[in-house]
Structure formats: C-alpha cells, structure tokens
C-alpha cells in the first residue's frame, strides 16, 4: 500500500517561507520520480516542481528561483522549499509521484499567503 501525507502548510506573509513535507510509505520509494502539485480554487491541479530518482529537479516557471524541491530516500521523505511566497502561490499542495498516480493523492495541505 502506498500512502503519500502531505504536512507544512499555513497562513504566510507575502515574502515569507514554508517548507513542507511528504512522508511516503511503500516499498519501491528511492526508484520514484516524485512532484509537488498544487492546486488553487477554481483552477486545475499543476506540478510545481519535481525531482527524479537520481535527484535531478526541474520546476514550473512561476516558481523557479523560489522554490525548491528536495528528497530524502533514507526517511522516504520529499520536501518543498518555499521562499518569497506571493499570494498566487495560495492554493492546495500536494505530492505524488511524476507522473502522477491516481490512487495516491493524499489530502494535501493548504498554503495561504496573505496580508
């Protein structure tokens, strides 16, 4: 079984900094491409950024310079490193792997950038 939980989120500042976490359960993780996806109301889910296996990343360019993404296989974890948040970058975040898998979305964890 995988589970993908996603935790970090919470009202910030415009310019502050977040950095989430996902914790992945399952065999298999240090083979994955993971990303962080997110998605604002009304809007369809994008991916942000994502990382392979060997630990190459590439990001959307609204985030690039910004934010970063990285990996640790040893505690099965992925994180999101969000600096000079703006308030478009209010929305739902979530891993998965990359390409995304249906059956793992998780509840994801909301990000809130206001004044």
């Known amino acids: 079984q995988v589970q993908l939980v996603e935790s970090g989120g919470g009202l910030v500042q415009p310019g502050g900094s977040l950095r989430l976490s996902c914790a992945v359960s399952?065999?298999?993780?240090?083979?994955?491409?993971m990303g962080w996806y997110r998605q604002a109301p009304g809007q369809q889910r994008e991916l942000v950024a994502g990382?392979?296996?060997?630990?190459?990343?590439n990001y959307a360019d609204s985030v690039k310079g910004r934010f970063t993404i990285s990996r640790d296989n040893a505690k099965k974890l992925v994180y999101l490193q969000m600096n000079s948040l703006k308030p478009e970058d209010t929305a739902v975040y979530y891993c998965?792997?990359?390409?995304?898998?249906?059956?793992?979305w998780g509840q994801g964890t909301q990000v809130t950038v206001s004044s």
């Open positions: 399952g065999s298999g993780f240090r083979f994955w491409n």
């Open positions: 998965n792997t990359a390409p995304a898998v249906r059956g793992y």
């Open positions: 990382i392979t296996s060997g630990g190459n990343t």
